[in-house]
Nanobody
Framework: QVQLVESGGGLVQPGGSLRLSCAAS????????MGWYRQAPGKEREVVAT???????DYADSVKGRFTISRDNAKNTVYLQMNSLKPEDTVVYYC???????????????WGKGTLVTVSS
């Protein structure tokens, strides 16, 4: 089993910055893609940013140019640097990874518990 622990959420003013971290631990043999998602109350969970094991990234249009996803494979950790934060970025952010894939198995998806980001004056 794989566990994900998120940190770095909190309260910031509009235009401010936060850096989210997510460390994976447990029975990890390999990690494929990792990503950050967010979900507002009553809304569907949406992708914010993803990164492959090789470092290829993808971003939601709403965060392009403001957020940067990165990973440290040696630490099984993924980061989300969030700059120029807006009130509409206020939501719970969730870490995700796909781990332990094999040639005959697609791997399993694992989720963190979520960390709240609040952007307000």
């Amino acid at each position: 089993q794989v566990q994900l622990v998120e940190s770095g959420g909190g309260l910031v003013q509009p235009g401010g910055s936060l850096r989210l971290s997510c460390a994976a631990s447990g029975s990890i043999f390999s990690i494929n893609a990792m990503g950050w998602y967010r979900q507002a109350p009553g809304k569907e969970r949406e992708v914010v940013a993803t990164i492959t094991s090789g470092g290829t990234t993808d971003y939601a249009d709403s965060v392009k140019g403001r957020f940067t996803i990165s990973r440290d494979n040696a630490k099984n950790t993924v980061y989300l640097q969030m700059n120029s934060l807006k009130p509409e970025d206020t939501v719970v952010y969730y870490c995700n990874c796909n781990a332990n894939g094999r040639s005959w198995f697609k791997g399993m998806d694992y989720w963190g518990k979520g960390t709240l980001v609040t952007v307000s004056s």
